[in-house]
T-cell receptor, first 119, second 115 residues
Framework: AQSVTQLDSHVSVSEGTPVLLRCNYSSSYSPSLFWYVQHPNKGLQLLLKYTSAATLVKGINGFEAEFKKSETSFHLTKPSAHMSDAAEYFCVVSAPRPDYGGATNKLIFGTGTLLAVQP | DAGVIQSPRHEVTEMGQEVTLRCKPISGHNSLFWYRQTMMRGLELLIYFNNNVPIDDSGMPEDRFSAKMPNASFSTLKIQPSEPRDSAVYFC?????????????FGPGTRLTVL
């Protein structure tokens, strides 16, 4: 079974300081991992994804994440926070479903981390 | 591309009424997903379709909920009769291809309020 745990429900940083949003996953199969962002009253937008190629993944808006298999982690980072980064961030795992012949599989969402950026 | 289109964006209805939410996936995408988001339960997958066929509806809360995908460009989620606890934001998402790393593209959501 697949699952994902976001270790912090709320994170507050000052503008210009680094951002770290933590995520641990569990998967019986080689997972694909995603980070999505949701701004207030908006839909979800993909930030970045890990697809078993490079372990350090760069996404939009200066975010990046590193896949660490030994730690089963996929933490999201950004060197310098901007006010516009204030949003909710979801860590997501996806893995193939052999019972469906490896076809269409579900995304499993974490509970989300609300990032606040203080001026 | 216009992205995933959902309608209506907001719906307010009274308990007991039928509600129909609509979704148009991105052209060429072969998988479609319906999610519900609430403060209490977060983001929950309700049902998903692959090539217009429902694959997994284990997330559908009860018989009051039903979803259809009559063709590759349209899907509906119906609640009948609606109850106040159905109030939530309902998202539709679509995806192209079969790879696990193919991301889902989300629509803007429908905010449902049942009075």
């Amino acid at each position: 079974a697949q699952s994902v745990t976001q270790l912090d429900s709320h994170v507050s940083v000052s503008e210009g300081t680094p951002v770290l949003l933590r995520c641990n996953y569990s998967s019986s199969y080689s997972p694909s991992l995603f980070w999505y962002v949701q701004h207030p009253n908006k839909g979800l937008q993909l930030l970045l994804k890990y697809t078993s190629a490079a372990t350090l993944v760069k996404g939009i808006n200066g975010f990046e994440a590193e896949f660490k298999k030994s730690e089963t982690s996929f933490h999201l980072t950004k060197p310098s926070a901007h006010m516009s980064d204030a949003a909710e961030y979801f860590c997501v795992v996806s893995a193939p479903r052999p019972d469906y012949g490896g076809a269409t599989n579900k995304l499993i969402f974490g509970t989300g981390t609300l990032l606040a950026v203080q001026p | 591309d216009a992205g995933v289109i959902q309608s209506p964006r907001h719906e307010v209805t009274e308990m007991g009424q039928e509600v129909t939410l609509r979704c148009k996936p991105i052209s060429g995408h072969n998988s479609l997903f319906w999610y519900r988001q609430t403060m209490m339960r977060g983001l929950e997958l309700l049902i998903y379709f692959n090539n217009n066929v429902p694959i997994d509806d284990s997330g559908m809360p009860e018989d009051r909920f039903s979803a259809k995908m009559p063709n590759a460009s349209f899907s509906t989620l119906k609640i009948q009769p609606s109850e106040p606890r159905d109030s939530a934001v309902y998202f539709c998402a679509s995806r192209g291809g079969q790879k696990t790393y193919n991301e889902q593209f989300f629509g803007p959501g429908t905010r449902l309020t049942v009075l």
